[in-house]
């Protein structure tokens, strides 16, 4: 069983960076894909980043490609999402998956631990 706590969101403006944090319990979080999915009121909850275990592999939504990154630390069983150039349309709450699988993927049904999320609001 793997538990995984988000941190990180808070008002931001447009334009500006947040990085968001995914700290995993476990001795094996090593072996876990991880993403991030994001949900804005009203809508389905949508794939926005993905690791593989070892962080060789990463994958983006369109939406964030090259203003976004994510990346992993397994020493402190921890994965991030940087992002930069934030936009109105980027505010949701940001929810943070594992997979028991070693690979990314952007469907969220490959995923099998999820967090509370937190919170992201790009307003000025």
């Known amino acids: 069983q793997v538990q995984v706590v988000e941190s990180g969101g808070r008002l931001v403006q447009p334009g500006g960076s947040l990085r968001l944090s995914c700290e995993a319990s476990g001795r094996t979080f090593g072996w876990y894909g991880m993403g991030w999915f994001r949900q804005a009121p009203g809508k389905e909850r949508e794939f926005v980043a993905s690791i593989s275990s070892n962080g060789d592999t990463t994958l983006y939504a369109d939406s964030v490609k090259g203003r976004f990154t994510i990346y992993r630390d397994n020493a402190e069983n921890t994965v991030y999402l940087q992002m930069n150039s934030l936009k109105p349309e980027d505010t949701a709450t940001y929810y943070c998956?594992?997979?028991?699988?070693?690979?990314?993927?952007?469907?969220?049904?490959?995923?099998?631990?999820w967090g509370q999320g937190t919170q992201v609001t790009v307003s000025s």
């Open positions: 998956a594992g997979s028991r699988a070693r690979r990314a993927y952007h469907d969220r049904y490959e995923y099998d631990y």
